[in-house]
């Protein structure tokens, strides 16, 4: 988990941006449970379970920008 983490984290702007693109920010809620599930946060893990359902539509959006402004996606950890 680690591993998937850290290469996540060293991608470039570029290519985390296009993962965040509608279709692929699925990737993204992946790593939210990954890292969630690696620093034993089990209301991350929900949360991110419920991102599959309901973030999808409005997600990837906020993940681009948070990239831009921060360097990687928004999340609770």
């Known amino acids: 988990m680690k591993k998937f983490i ?3 984290d060293n991608f ?6 296009i993962l965040a693109l ?9 790593y ?7 620093k ?3 209301v991350g893990v929900l949360l991110g379970v419920l991102m599959i359902f309901i973030g ?3 997600l990837w959006l906020i993940d681009i920008i948070f990239i831009i ?3 990687n ?5």
Do not use: A, C, H
């Open 6 to 8: 850290e290469t996540m």
């Open 12 to 17: 470039s702007m570029v290519v985390k941006i």
């Open 22 to 30: 509608p279709f692929l920010d699925i990737i993204w809620t992946v």
């Open 32 to 38: 939210r449970i990954v890292k969630s599930l690696d």
């Open 40 to 42: 034993q946060n089990y």
């Open 56 to 58: 999808i539509p409005f």
């Open 69 to 71: 402004l921060k360097g």
């Open 73 to 77: 996606v928004f999340w609770i950890d």
